[in-house]
């Protein structure tokens, strides 16, 4: 890696940290300056605006996460497993995020709700692509016999990541991991009986 990409990767890293805990709204670029030990010529260099850095950022704040779900996946078969495995890796997430702040995609859609379309529509994608996730693991746990064929992947979808996504607002609002933990053994009893 070159010492521009390194550079480059830094400001995605520690930009991605701070729009995560602060908000893109509550991050100025003294503070993006500060965080990434830059000055603005330096951070321009890579980037032309906040705006564009505030998308790459969290583009580099979601895939961080979605590695840790593929990863939670591998060596699982079963459709069923394979969810669980899903769920259980967004609560260790919880706990112990690769970018600081909690979960990008729900700070994100919340915080760019009405004030950043861009970014708005940045977390729709996201979103998406978790959703075709579970989607793709469920039709094909229909086709192979592991789900019941009358189950609507995109209602399970919508289920597991509404719960999972109010489960971590509950937990890091109250300060106390029992909201995300009450979520998680509600998800694998519903997997369990409902698929």
């Known amino acids: 890696m070159s010492k521009a990409q390194e550079t480059r990767e830094k400001i995605l890293r520690e930009a991605a940290a ?51 779900y593929l990863g939670a996946l591998k060596g699982n078969k079963n459709a069923i497993d394979r969810l669980k495995a899903m769920v259980s890796a967004f609560s260790k997430l919880a706990e112990n995020s690769p970018i600081p702040g909690g979960c990008p995609l729900l700070n994100t859609a919340v915080e760019s709700d009405d004030a950043h379309p861009a970014l708005r529509q940045r977390a729709q994608i996201a979103m998406d692509g978790w959703r075709a996730l579970i989607c793709k693991i469920i039709d094909k746990g229909i086709a192979k016999g592991e789900v019941r064929e009358n189950v609507e992947a995109d209602a399970v979808a919508t289920i597991l990541i509404s719960t999972l996504e109010g489960a971590i607002m509950m937990s890091k609002l109250y300060g106390d991991p029992i909201h995300i933990n009450r979520a998680i053994t509600h998800l694998h009893a519903y997997l369990d009986n409902q698929l």
Request: charged content about 20%.
């Open 18 to 68: 701070l729009f995560n805990q602060y908000g893109y709204s509550g991050s100025s670029m003294s503070d993006i300056m500060r965080v990434t030990g830059l000055q603005k010529g330096g951070i321009y260099n890579h980037f032309h605006s906040k705006d564009e850095l505030a998308l790459q950022a969290f583009d580099f704040a979601v895939q961080c996460m979605r590695k840790e």
